[in-house]
């Protein structure tokens, strides 16, 4: 019904679309994956079987994912937005209920032998849905309250949660991606001065207040940030992995130890060395070169992301592409400052290398969105 | 229906610029990422290859045998007996629960150790070794050992754990060590790595806690060399550390015996200080517990009996129980009116039974009065009015600055938890705790130790001691630590005058062995040892005018917990004091028939080597002392406990 309002005078039907796919994005997200193999075959000490063979499995089906999905015209994916935001926000309520009744913190759902995390799914759908909503809204109620504070809400709503889980890492995440949407949109700067002041305000408030009599927080409490931005001060507890990491990073030099030849992570000095983690292997083994080359390709994969989407001329997918890429950066970037020490310890994995089904399928999902929206694109 | 097409032109235009500048933010990102990247892989990489290659070398802590604690003897009070446990580490195991059901079929484990373990797990970094079960045998232990190759994670480890050998004597006052919780590193700012050690003990209250600096000790460090699963491959070096200090305690673990068994099921407390030098010869509360359980991990079950025991096991009355100190507080009051020289040795009052003063009536114990009395009498026969009379005299200002001067009221710092500073009340503390002004009825209460005045028993020791030196002697509990003795505090005079201090004496001496005396059948007839002391019966109730009119009700119709206490404090010899006595007996009735015979007993038994000597009682009483003496289940000499006796 609505695709008529794609203005699409001329769109590849069946097979043809091959032709119309995005292939630079296509052949380096591939291309990152590929060192992910090679870092987990080394980090299992030359075993497929351990890690890699099953990465590589995944990364199959992912892909399949993403041509179904990049072949579903860009309009019923826009239409389908609210159903996928609702079903994430199901699923996480369902992991909020069934982990309280579990054990401890559980975060996924067993689905077929794969553990699917909501909070990874709940990134790329609330992209969807704010995209979706801006898509529809008239463009000259942006910037007021009432049309300010729904998106405002459908962020709030998976971040509060994603943190009861809790998971302030992705928590986080999900609050700045919305934020992006927004300010991609064109919601007036002042409403993104005003929220960011206050919360500088309050953080100055809080460690300003310290050692003095009107103290907001306990001493205690004060110690525990102390160590949750400087984990060194506690190098058997929190600072292990971040120091450990330093170590593996840095021992790596110019070109690396070579392939395999890594100490840190095949001694074991790594607890998270094939998940959170893995950055530290590349470094140690290819050293300055080889993680150089790798931060180029993720560059590399931003950057036609942002050419697909400033060619778009629907407002939908422009907003849809430019979310996820800022959703990748975000991983990107979080995960590589808590790995080389600029940022505290948090769970978050590095988009195509880390071990694990959950965040790689819905990565690949979302750049077959991607996909979608640049076959499908008004021309 | 779609918006006009100059708008989606425009608001492309926003969109763009926006994402241009989050693209600009993102390459500032990139470049701070490369550029820390470059910092830690070439500038610093010579540094960090050299943390690479120390990483195949893993130190780990040897923990330090814990200090010994002896008694002023060299008897042993707390020691160290070897420990034989299994722990297993995360990282290492694999598959915890299945190396654990393994584990479960090779030694017996309770769900409960299953249950802490997955706990603790949870917790800990997945290399820290965590304790699975503990106490094991010898046998259980080889079964592990043998059993090693198909558990892996798990291994076998000999460790030393506190033992407590004189168990109940000593609880109150060595406390006992337990394993370091969060609360306790919590006031820490940067803890020994000890105290990380998963199981470390340390001290949590009593002599353990308090000199837990001494007896903790040193760390000693192993050096390893690891293989890729953290497994060790050699020893490199090995730097051993140093044992905790030994404590030596001035008690004599004897006479703490001694009187532990002395008091047996009362609810009581009993202190024994050397006048001439402060040393703290038994402090003991009772009933007590026994402290070995506390560092096993005590059972619920067990915890419940002791928090529900409405004798108070687990406090320690000595130091920690405040009681109005009754009419042991009367030469405090007799001591301030003399020396402000409003009451000569010879003034009389006379006493018919009660003082009334604004209408209300102040009793004396004895309702047809003692008649005319002076001090020596006032103390012998207790008379309440004489000190009603003297105390409106001298104020509550002076007496409680008497008090102070005495030890009463002031904290007495020894290593013990949880010790009361009591009260010694003045119109300043009424003024700020009750927001009230002082009236003449309080200073009437306070003159004979009721009202707002409350000691434990040990200020009571000290105030003894005070009396019958005439010097501020101090109390101490340690004698060394590590062989250096502890200094002894200097005990300067009271001063006050020789004159006054003689007469307060004899007044006590009076007490003990006047024909009148209040504890004259607790006299003791042996010359070398005669002693002075006084009665203390403290009420914990109000008694009515109307009950007054029907008769009072004696001791033994009132449920336990509403009868007075007995109190007693007392010195010997008379001449050359060496040892002062404070007994406390919780709703024992009466002081001259609760507390003076066992406060008689117990300076005897400090006097002399054995038992007390029987010829130091009279000796229409020595029949009944030596079967009660013979029935006491006192401990052998190596401090095992007679089999009859409650565990």
Sequence with gaps: MSFLEYRVKYVPTGLRKVLYLNWPLIVLVTAVSAVGWLALYSIAGGRMDVWAGRQMQIFALGAVLMFFVAFVPIWFWRNMSLLAYIVSVLLLLVVEFFGAMGMGAQRWI????????????????????????????????????????????????????????????????????????????????????????????????????????????????????????????????????IIQAQIALGSGGWSGKGFMQGTQSRLNFLPEKH?????????????FVGVFSLLVLYGLILFFCYVSAIQN?????????????????????????????????????????SYGGSAMLVLLVAFGLIQSAHVHRPR | ?????????????????????????MTAMFAVLGARMRYLSVDQADQFKLLAEENRISIRLIPPARGLIHDRNGKLLAGNEQNYRVVITREDAGDVDEVLAKLAHVIPLSAEDLDRTAKEMMRTSPFAPITVADRLTWDDLSKVALNAPSLPGVSPEVGLSRIYPRDTDFAHVLGYVGPVSERDLEGIESPDPLLRIPKFQIGKIGVERWLEDHLRGRAGTRRIEVNAVGRVMR???????????????????????????????????????????????????????????????????????????????????????????????????????????????????????????????????????????????????????????????????????????????????????????????????????HKQDWRIGDTINASIGQGYVLTSPLQLAVMTARIATGRAVVPRL???????????????????????????????????????????????????????????????????????????????????????????????????????????????????????????????????????????????QRNRIESMLEKLPLRDADGRAPSSSRA
């Design chain 1, 110 to 241: 067993e689905f077929g032998g794969l553990r699917l995390q909501p909070s990874e799914l709940m990134k790329v759908t609330l992209v969807m849905m704010l995209a979706a909503y801006y898509d529809w809204l008239d463009v000259k109620k942006t910037s007021r309250l009432f049309w300010v504070l729904i998106p405002v809400v459908l962020t709030v709503i998976p971040t509060v949660l994603v943190l009861m889980q809790p998971n302030l890492g992705t928590a986080l995440i999900l609050l700045m991606i919305g934020g992006a949407v927004m300010l991609l949109a064109g919601v007036s700067l002042w409403y993104f001065a005003v929220v960011i002041g206050g919360v500088v305000a309050a953080i100055w408030a809080v460690m300003a207040s310290r050692g003095t009599p009107w103290q907001l927080l306990h001493d205690y409490q004060f110690r525990r940030i102390d160590t949750f931005l400087d984990p060194t001060a506690d190098p058997l507890g929190a600072g292990y992995n």
């Design chain 1, 275 to 287: 998940t959170d983690f893995i950055f530290t292997t590349l470094g140690e083994e290819f050293g």
């Design chain 1, 313 to 353: 001329k629907d407002r939908f997918s422009t907003l849809l592409i430019l979310g996820i890429a800022v959703n990748f950066f975000l991983y990107l970037a979080v995960n590589l400052s808590m790995v080389m020490g600029l940022a505290p310890v948090v769970g978050v994995p590095l988009p195509f290398l």
């Design chain 2, 1 to 25: 229906m779609r918006r006009s097409p100059k708008e989606t032109e425009e608001s492309a235009r926003v969109t763009h610029r926006r994402a241009l500048l989050l693209g600009g933010a």
């Design chain 2, 235 to 433: 020893e490199l070096e090995r730097e051993e550390g140093d044992p905790g200090a030994d404590v030596r305690l001035t008690i004599d673990a004897d006479v703490q015996n001694f009187v532990q068994a002395r008091l047996g099921d009362e609810s009581a407390a009993a202190v024994v200080m050397d006048v001439t030098n402060g040393d703290i010869i038994a402090i003991v509360s009772s009933p007590s517990f026994d402290p070995n359980l506390f560092v096993r991990g005590i059972s619920h079950a067990d915890y419940n009996g002791l928090m529900e025991d409405d004798h108070r096991p687990l406090a320690n009355k000595t130091v920690q129980g405040v009681y109005p100190p009754g009419s042991t507080f009367k030469m405090i009051t007799a001591l301030a009116a003399l020396k402000e020289g409003l009451i000569t040795v010879n003034t009389t009052v006379r006493c018919p039974g009660y003082l009334e003063f604004g209408g209300r009536r102040f009793h004396c114990w004895k309702r047809a009065g003692h008649g005319a009395v002076n001090l020596e009498r006032s103390l012998s026969e207790s008379c309440d009015v004489y000190y009603y009379d003297i105390a409106q005299r001298v104020g509550i200002e002076k007496i409680a600055e008497m008090g102070k001067l005495f030890g009463l009221g002031v904290r007495h710092d020894i290593p013990m938890s949880a010790i009361a500073e009591g009260i010694m009340p003045n119109r300043a503390w009424k003024m700020e705790r």
């Design chain 2, 478 to 620: 340690v004698k060394s630590i590590d062989g250096k003795e502890t200094p002894i505090a200097e005990a300067p005079s009271l001063g006050i005058e020789e004159e006054i201090m003689r007469k307060i004496r004899s007044g006590m001496y009076a007490v003990m062995n006047d024909e009148r005396g209040t504890a004259k059948s607790s006299r003791i007839v042996d010359e070398a040892m005669v002693w002075a002391g006084k009665t203390g019966t403290s009420q914990v109730r109000n008694i009515t005018a109307a009950e007054r009119a029907r008769g009072v009700i004696s001791n033994d119709q009132l449920p336990w917990n509403r009868r007075d206490h007995a109190l007693f404090v007392g010195y010997a010899p008379y001449i050359n004091p060496r040892y002062a006595v404070s007994v406390v007996v919780e709703h024992g009735g009466g002081g001259s028939t609760a507390a003076a015979p066992i406060a008689r007993d117990v300076i005897l038994r400090a006097m002399s080597d054995g038992l007390p000597p029987l010829s130091a009682y009279p000796s229409s």
